[in-house]
T-cell receptor
């Protein structure tokens, strides 16, 4: 089944404890992206990747890191999480090199709480 | 710059009512337009899209027409069901230059009561 898989789905952690949210897609998509969703703010892009070893900042990259060593994986790293990073996170991928005309496929989301 | 404005929610309707969710955009050139839907506890999924002016996207009884003269892409459904309860996002897509992403509206929550 074609899908984007995120882990963990739910996580409660404490300030400063490094964590990684994994994202994997099995559709051979070139484009991958991370979003956070917050009430009243909609979806905001954190980072995106056009292809392996190519990543770029989105609208809210502060406090996050990403890597794209393989086409299928795009982990989101929070080196030192803070309470303002409490949010619902989505990974997405697209079959086209640029998502402007293509369909985005989303994971089910990872709800992160930082105490 | 590019932007998308959606009507604020929440929208509450009774089953079989007519639905309109307004979406207007600001963009130069000829963007593609999308509606995505997020059902409770799930990720977003594409509902419909239109890539040029006067195109009509349709899916699952929902329709939206790309109207360049009014810069709008309103979502409509003639008879909503309880299962349509979700958050709906309008989005604009550009591939020109460095603008390689979707521009999102804030989302409109829809609740359909039996």
């Amino acid at each position: 089944e074609a899908q984007v898989t995120q882990n963990p789905r739910y996580l409660i952690t404490v300030t400063g404890k490094k964590l990684t949210v994994t994202c994997s897609q099995n559709m051979n998509h070139e484009y991958m992206s991370w979003y956070r969703q917050d009430p009243g703010l909609g979806l905001r892009q954190i980072y995106y990747s056009m292809n392996v070893e190519v990543t770029d900042k989105g609208d809210v990259p502060e406090g996050y890191k990403v890597s794209r060593k393989e086409k299928r994986n795009f982990p989101l790293i929070l080196e030192s999480p803070s309470p303002n990073q409490t949010s619902l996170y989505f990974c997405a991928s697209s079959p086209s090199g640029t998502p402007g005309t293509g369909e985005l496929f989303f994971g089910e989301g990872s709800r992160l709480t930082v105490l | 710059g590019n932007s998308v404005t959606q009507m604020e929610g929440p929208v509450t309707l009774s089953e079989e009512a007519f639905l309109t969710i307004n979406c207007t955009y600001t963009a130069t050139g000829y963007p593609s337009l999308f509606w995505y839907v997020q059902y409770p506890g799930e990720g977003l999924q594409l509902l419909l899209k239109a890539t040029k002016a006067d195109d009509k996207g349709s899916n699952k009884g929902f329709e939206a027409t790309y109207r360049k003269e009014t810069t709008s892409f309103h979502l409509e459904k003639g008879s909503v069901q309880v299962s349509d309860s979700a958050v709906y996002f309008c989005a604009l897509g550009r591939n020109a230059g460095n603008n390689r992403k979707l521009i999102w509206g804030l989302g409109t929550s829809l609740a359909v009561n039996p």
